[in-house]
């Protein structure tokens, strides 16, 4: 119990480098611990995908900037190909760093970084979450839940972005106009081949049937030439 009173007194620490100093909460033991848990499974869940660097704990490795500012996002997706681009940046926050304060010195300036931005909170405080960037205009692409189940964590998406679904939704027109544009050229592809195996064919059976027609006409030939010596 002290050490939690401790640890909401010392609220204050510097996460930002740069010009800024941002006063984030200092978490419990136990929430710190279950925060990093959570981090490594979203590193392992998104490496599929993407190259995920991970800010844990007291650890600054990955930065972004947004304006003057470097920011340690908890975790940092960028290309599998390459490249120090962000494409996708992620904050884990517990049951104690959910408030106007967390969302003012951090989420805001997430929220500029031209990439999108997700959000991870406890199940049950996604409204709360969702509450904070709108009264505070903050633009917020997708917020998850999560829970453990015994040292695993389910993740579940409570709310995604008008922006990111038109986003998807053009994805997933343009992904299905190249699988048709695709298809449509394999098809072109088997048909010309088909044209050109049949013309091939043809071709073939018409030199064999002259090669028939001249092998009749010689046998026809010595036919004859056996018959007129024979007379």
Same mark, same amino acid.
């Given at each position: 119990?002290?050490?939690?009173?401790?640890?909401?007194?010392?609220?204050?620490?510097?996460?930002? @480098?740069?010009?800024?100093?941002?006063?984030?909460?200092?978490?419990?033991?136990?929430? $710190?611990?279950?925060?990093?848990?959570?981090?490594?499974?979203? $590193? =392992?869940?998104?490496?599929?995908?993407?190259?995920? =660097?991970?800010?844990?704990?007291?650890?600054?490795?990955? @930065?972004?900037?947004?304006?003057?500012?470097?920011?340690?996002?908890?975790?940092?997706? !960028?290309? !599998?190909?390459?490249?120090?681009?962000?494409?996708?940046?992620?904050?884990?926050?517990?049951?104690?760093?959910?408030?106007?304060?967390?969302?003012?010195?951090?989420?805001?300036?997430?929220?500029?970084?031209?990439?999108?931005?997700?959000?991870?909170?406890?199940?049950?405080?996604?409204?709360?979450?969702?509450?904070?960037?709108?009264?505070?205009?903050?633009?917020?692409?997708?917020?998850? !839940?999560?829970?453990?189940?015994? !040292?695993?964590?389910?993740? %579940?998406?409570?709310?995604?972005?008008?922006?990111?679904?038109?986003?998807?939704?053009?994805?997933?027109?343009?992904?299905?106009?190249?699988?048709? =544009? %695709?298809?449509?050229?394999?098809?072109? +592809?088997?048909?010309?081949? @088909?044209?050109?195996?049949?013309?091939? %064919?043809?071709?073939?059976?018409?030199?064999?049937?002259?090669?028939?027609?001249?092998?009749? @006409?010689?046998?026809?030939?010595? +036919?004859?030439?056996? =018959?007129?010596?024979?007379?």
């Amino acid at each position: 119990m002290l050490g939690w009173r401790v640890s909401v007194f010392n609220r204050f620490c510097e996460k930002f @480098s740069g010009d800024g100093m941002s006063p984030i909460l200092l978490r419990p033991i136990r929430e $710190q611990l279950e925060h990093d848990r959570i981090i490594r499974q979203l $590193q =392992a869940r998104w490496r599929r995908r993407h190259a995920v =660097a991970i800010n844990i704990g007291s650890q600054q490795t990955t @930065s972004v900037h947004s304006g003057n500012k470097n920011l340690f996002p908890d975790l940092v997706l !960028t290309s !599998t190909e390459g490249g120090n681009r962000p494409q996708i940046i992620i904050e884990v926050e517990t049951a104690e760093s959910i408030n106007t304060l967390e969302a003012m010195s951090q989420w805001v300036y997430f929220s500029r970084v031209r990439c999108p931005f997700y959000l991870y909170v406890p199940v049950g405080l996604a409204d709360t979450a969702r509450r904070l960037c709108a009264e505070n205009k903050i633009k917020v692409n997708e917020i998850w !839940t999560y829970y453990s189940v015994g !040292t695993q964590a389910r993740f %579940s998406m409570f709310y995604r972005s008008p922006e990111t679904v038109q986003a998807i939704k053009n994805k997933t027109r343009k992904d299905a106009s190249k699988a048709k =544009a %695709s298809k449509n050229q394999r098809v072109r +592809k088997g048909k010309s081949a @088909s044209k050109r195996a049949s013309v091939a %064919s043809k071709k073939k059976s018409s030199v064999k049937a002259k090669r028939v027609v001249k092998q009749k @006409s010689k046998t026809k030939k010595t +036919k004859i030439k056996i =018959a007129s010596k024979k007379k």
